[in-house]
């Protein structure tokens, strides 16, 4: 059985950091692209960033670049993402998501149950 | 403005249908990418429902099933069921493969 389960969310002032994981099992973590997936209040949902397989290769929304970095340790079935210089736009639940194959375009066949990250003074 | 538009709201009463549209605003967005479908109800993980426009995942009920037709996709429940009341979201790639998502539709069980 597939299971994602998010950690790492909290409350966090503007322009601080905050360090999230998502740790995989049930499916060869190594295989298959992963994905962050954000929902701020009242809105619909956000692609953020993605991550091949490998880790060899990354891709971040507009609204994240060069603030966010996705990694991951494939030893650990575990996914990360990396958020400095928060405002408070990005305060939403995050999603790690796994998509159905490794390079895309896929879609997403598993999705945790998030963790809520709240950016404010 | 989304890259794929969807109805803010539907709403349908136990056992009838209802069909939740997706619009790209390219025209080959829908074409060339196809549209995948998610299920959500908040608090929980949202749920593939269908990927590839109109496949469903083992496990998914027949009552739902998707469509594709020139730049628009669409979901489709019958027999309606309370337990479907839910958000629901269409997704796709835009020109720069960039994931993207509808607005999200919520479906309320009269």
């Known amino acids: 059985e597939v299971q994602l389960l998010e950690s790492g969310g909290g409350l966090v002032q503007p322009g601080g950091s905050l360090r999230l994981s998502c740790a995989a099992s049930?499916?060869?973590?190594?295989?298959?692209?992963m994905s962050w997936v954000r929902q701020a209040p009242g809105k619909g949902l956000e692609w953020v960033s993605a991550?091949?397989?490998?880790?060899?290769?990354?891709y971040y929304a507009d609204s994240v670049k060069g603030r966010f970095t996705v990694s991951r340790d494939n030893s650990k079935n575990t996914l990360y993402l990396q958020m400095n210089s928060l405002r408070a736009e990005d305060t939403a639940i995050y999603y790690c998501a796994k998509e159905s194959g490794d390079y895309g375009p896929n879609h997403f066949d598993y999705w945790g149950q998030g963790t809520l990250v709240t950016v404010s003074s | 403005q989304s890259v794929l538009t969807q109805p803010p709201s539907v709403s349908g009463a136990p056992g009838q249908r209802v069909t939740i549209s997706c619009t790209g605003s390219s025209s080959n967005i829908v074409a060339r990418y196809g549209v995948h479908w998610y299920q959500h109800l908040p608090g929980t993980a949202p749920k593939l429902l269908i990927y590839?426009?109109?496949n469903r995942p083992s496990g998914v009920p027949d009552r739902f099933s998707g469509s594709k037709s020139g730049t628009s996709a669409s979901l489709a429940i019958t027999g309606l069921q309370a337990e479907d009341e839910a958000d629901y979201h269409c997704q796709s790639y835009d020109s720069s493969l960039s994931v993207v998502f509808g607005g999200g539709t919520k479906l309320t069980v009269l």
């Open positions: 590839g426009n109109t």
């Open positions: 049930g499916f060869t973590f190594s295989s298959y692209a």
């Open positions: 991550i091949v397989g490998s880790g060899g290769n990354t």
